[in-house]
């Protein structure tokens, strides 16, 4: 007997019609007079904050700045110099446990100017639930890392290999009730970006 | 080549998207079926479906104005961050382009990414009907004994029932988009595919809440609201056993897919649970992995006005110690790729924008379509899988064409609504006054002399009978309006005596 | 016999013969002497439209019979125009006429400005509301419309545009559907009229006196609605109104 499987491809081949052509999507993409300030300008309307810090070695600095930042007590932190940081996810047991994390600290890959969307990859680190039941986050992005727009972006980007990895862009937000914006729906209340130029 | 003229109505299904109820009444969830065995024939009441249900919603005049202007609103906002590049036309095209080359070789590209999805370490079923897919999650969850679910949005679950199938098998299924977890507390169903509660007020959320959620009476700050829902739901990730996600584009070239969210819903419901259960229609593959460049940039655009939503998951394989699921599903979808006519409403991305620009559906409500997915959309899609039952949709039009513009995928929506009218007039599935009046017309409209005779005496009865006789409960043009008055001379017999003839 | 035929909407031939009239007139005043073939009847709209695809099938022959002898084909109506132009080829599949007929058929307004390359002169010293009708507007494109990112056009403005004294309103939505829609406005009448009061709602806003539209579908609609509730802004096709500008 065919499976459902056999069926669904064997109607597939059946019903297809003359090929149509795949287009080459060369980049189409906007261009922007400064990359940079385009993305702090996209991460502002998606209700993030971008902040210029300059100097890496300026990061905690800058992080203390932050009111949700100084006012956090448990930190995790995946970029190294953050001397707060307090929660060792490699030695935590279950993700579950990290449902009091009060602020998490990630490294942005790649940033986009259209949208204001950093990319964030997990690669081996452990408990990527902690990105998003933490209550505030702050990525930290290099400022040669900020490209135009999306084409330009998956030009980069190597997609494939296993793992999560996902384009961040602002902090969680809603607008199911009656249309009004809320910042702070399941995911972090806030979302920082930290442009740091190496 | 064109089809021929005779209708092409497909086999009586089981589980499909037929009539839902309607808002008061609650699902049942004691295993008893959602919705009632179809047939071929369709009643007056189903032909009828749309413009009472419609009706009934333009009715409260309040309502009807404000729940068009809250929709209207996401339209506007769509034209606004459409203008912010110059390629937003190229994209569409582009778009449109990369869907119907997938289409055209749709096998190919999902026997590939099944491929990479396994080597990755994902399993992939494949479900023919809405019911396999049902069954086939079920299965998964109960041989790894789950009891508890969170689900984040998927109108392909929505479409196919399954919570109401799992619940009846003693599973609790939480969906904890907000919007959706608001109208599963009230048992009814979305009324938008983006945003399920825009046809709620605030105040009717706030009632909710206090009924169900312990909310203080009264309360009604959209802001608090959300942060009682998001304590609420923070409980349910936490004691998930399981999580069910959509997926809004698979990637073929690499066996992965993508989610988008704006709450962080499928990521706190796929970081927590060992098992992800991914569900997708068969359309959704995408060739290669540049090719969400295109997509993600139309997608949020065009569904909410953001330049895209908050979280774009890319999921490439199981977490490590974890299990994923891809179910790969059918449900007529095969059967519309079979139709050159229709083929293009594969296309679709579930975007919602040609709701939010029709006119119609902004002032009846998603409800008044009674199908999962309203709309322009949901009109063309539902006649597939149930003409009978969803005769009256491709009729609550006017065929404006705004869909179509708006569409970022260019589906040719108001075609095909036109379309469907000819398949449905053919399978008699029209209704009677419809036929009748069209036969007649038909007959008088084809004979010169007929449509003069008929035109002289129709005016001439116009201008002699009485009011009441004009304007009578059976002249539903006279409800609301006038009949235009009735020249004594017709154009054309003011030109024949003017030709001097 | 002139090469150009006028095609009179049933509706408009019954019940608004002075549009007919100012089309004529007008065509006239710009050197264009129409024929008007008195056979014909109707393009077959309401029935296709209503899925009666068989009872529309034999006016779509009858359409051809009449006018596929002429090199051009005017018609106050876009939506009767664009029902030939792309939808006659649902009705008469493989119909060796069709493609001839498609590119011999012009909505009033696209001629004038496409074909005949007239800037009309006159004087018009009222408050006009443009209504784009539906199909006109995204079938036929006589204007680049609210949804699509392309430079704008508006070929029906451009019309009046340069018409002394003529101020054009700004409507909130300048082109929403005005609920009409065929049997729609009948068989969706609650939705049709709310739709209708929409539009007639934005107008008043706006300031106009006088709605314009290039379908009298549109405007039979919408007056409908405006008499019952005794409103005192008219309608007006765009051919009257050029009419009796131009005059």
Not at chain 1, 127 to 137: D, M, N, V
Not at chain 1, 173 to 180: L, S
Request: charged fraction near 20%; include cysteine.
């Amino acid at each position: 007997m065919e499976s459902s499987r056999e069926e669904i491809l064997r109607s597939l081949r059946a019903a297809q019609s003359s090929p149509a052509v795949l287009p080459e999507v060369a980049d189409v993409g906007i261009r922007y007079p400064d990359a940079r300030e385009q993305f702090a300008k996209s991460v502002s309307e998606v209700a993030g904050r971008c902040v210029f810090v300059g100097d890496r070695r300026r990061l905690d600095e800058e992080l203390e700045r932050l009111p949700e930042f100084a006012a956090a007590q448990k930190i995790v932190s995946l970029v190294p110099g953050v001397h707060r940081a307090n929660v060792d996810l490699a030695a935590v047991a279950d993700a579950h446990d990290l449902n009091d994390v009060d602020f998490c600290v990630l490294p942005g890959e790649l940033g986009v100017a259209e949208n204001g969307a950093v990319w964030v990859r997990q690669g081996g680190s452990p408990h990527r639930a902690a990105w998003f039941l933490a209550q505030h986050t702050a990525l930290v992005l290099s400022g040669s890392a900020i490209v135009h727009n999306m084409h330009q972006a998956y030009e980069r980007l190597e997609i494939g290999g296993p793992g999560f990895a996902l384009f961040v862009s602002g902090p969680s937000k809603t607008a199911d009730i009656e249309q009004a914006l809320v910042i702070g729906a399941q995911g972090p209340r806030s979302c920082t970006v930290l442009v740091i130029e190496e | 080549m064109r089809a021929t003229h005779e209708a092409h109505l497909p086999p009586a299904q089981g589980t499909d998207a037929a009539v839902q109820p309607p808002p008061q009444t609650p699902v049942p969830m004691n295993g008893a079926p959602a919705h009632p065995q179809h047939s071929l024939h369709t009643s007056s009441a189903q032909q009828h479906e749309h413009p009472a249900k419609a009706a009934a919603f333009v009715a409260n005049d309040a309502r009807l104005h404000w729940h068009d202007q809250a929709v209207w609103f996401i339209r506007a906002k769509r034209d606004r961050v459409s203008s912010a590049f110059p390629e937003w036309e190229q994209l569409r095209a582009l778009g449109s382009q990369i869907k119907a080359h997938t289409l055209s070789r749709l096998a190919d590209y999902l026997e590939h990414f099944e491929k990479k999805a396994v080597s990755l370490g994902a399993q992939v079923h494949w479900a023919l009907s809405a019911e396999e897919h049902n069954r086939v999650v079920h299965s998964i969850l109960a041989s790894r004994g789950v009891r508890r679910v969170v689900k984040s949005k998927s109108m392909l679950t929505e479409e196919c029932h399954l919570n109401p199938y799992l619940e009846s098998h003693g599973i609790e299924v939480v969906d904890t988009d907000l919007g959706e977890r608001i109208v599963q507390l009230r048992r009814e169903p979305p009324s938008h595919i983006v945003m399920p509660a825009i046809h709620l007020k605030k105040e009717e959320i706030g009632q909710l809440f206090h009924q169900q959620l312990g909310a203080p009476a009264g309360l009604s700050d959209p802001k608090a609201l959300t942060e009682l829902a998001r304590q609420h739901l923070r409980e349910k990730f936490l004691g998930a056993q399981a999580g069910i996600t959509g997926v809004n584009f698979a990637i073929s070239e690499t066996g992965g897919f993508v989610v988008c969210t704006n709450e962080g819903n499928a990521d706190l419901s796929t970081a927590l649970p060992p098992l992800h259960i991914a569900c997708m229609g068969i359309e959704k593959i995408i060739p290669r992995a540049k090719d969400l460049a295109i997509f993600l940039r139309v997608l949020a655009r065009s569904a909410t006005g953001q330049p895209i939503t908050s979280y774009t998951s890319h999921f490439h394989g199981p977490r490590p110690g974890g299990e994923l699921h891809i179910v790969i599903v059918d449900n007529g979808r095969s059967r519309i790729l079979q139709r050159d006519e229709y083929r293009r409403s594969l296309h679709c991305i579930r975007c919602g924008a040609c709701m939010n620009t029709c006119p119609v559906y902004r002032r009846s409500g998603g409800h008044s379509y009674g199908v999962t997915v309203p709309g322009p959309i949901g009109s063309v899609l539902a006649p597939h899988l149930n003409p009978a039952a969803h005769a009256s949709l491709p009729f609550a039009s006017t065929l404006c064409g705004s869909c179509s513009d708006v569409c970022p995928v260019k589906i040719d929506l108001h075609h095909q609504l036109l379309v469907w009218r000819g398949e449905l007039g053919r399978a008699h599935l029209v209704p009677i006054e419809k036929r009748v009046g069209s036969a007649i017309g038909g007959w008088i409209l084809a004979r010169t002399w007929a449509y003069r005779f008929f035109g002289k005496l129709m005016r001439s009865l116009l201008r002699r009978l009485p009011r009441a006789l004009v304007y009578h409960r059976w002249n539903a043009w006279g409800r609301q309006r006038e009949l235009p008055d009735a020249p004594r001379y017709s154009f054309r017999e003011i030109y024949r005596r003017r030709r001097g003839k | 016999m002139s090469d150009v035929a006028l095609f009179v909407p049933c509706y408009v031939d019954q019940f608004y013969p002075q549009v007919g009239l100012a089309t004529l007139d007008l065509l006239d005043r710009f050197g264009i002497h129409a024929d008007f073939p008195e056979a014909q009847t109707c393009c077959g709209q309401p029935m296709a439209n209503s899925g009666c695809f068989s009872d529309a099938a034999p006016l779509a022959r009858k359409f051809l019979d009449v006018f596929s002898g002429y090199r051009y084909v005017v018609c106050p109506s876009g939506s009767c125009t664009s029902m030939v132009r792309h939808h006659y080829a649902n009705l008469l599949p493989g119909e060796p006429r069709l493609a001839a007929i498609g590119g011999k058929v012009y909505e009033l307004c696209e001629f004038l400005h496409d074909v005949a390359g007239i800037k009309p002169r006159g004087r018009f010293p009222h408050r006009v509301g443009l209504h784009q009708s539906c199909h006109g507007l995204r079938e036929l494109r006589l204007a680049s419309g609210s949804e699509r990112r392309i430079a704008a056009f508006d070929k029906v403005r451009d019309l009046l545009e340069g018409l002394e004294g003529i101020q054009l309103v700004d409507l909130a939505r300048p082109d929403e559907c005005c609920g009409f829609g065929g049997t729609f406005a009948v068989s969706e009448e609650a939705i049709s009229c709310a739709m209708g009061k929409d539009r007639i709602a934005d107008h008043e806003r706006a300031g106009a006196e006088i709605i314009a539209g290039a379908d009298m579908s549109c405007l039979m609609h919408l007056s409908g609605l405006l008499r019952r509730e005794h409103k005192h802004l008219r309608v007006m096709h765009v051919a009257e109104l050029l009419a009796e500008a131009t005059a």
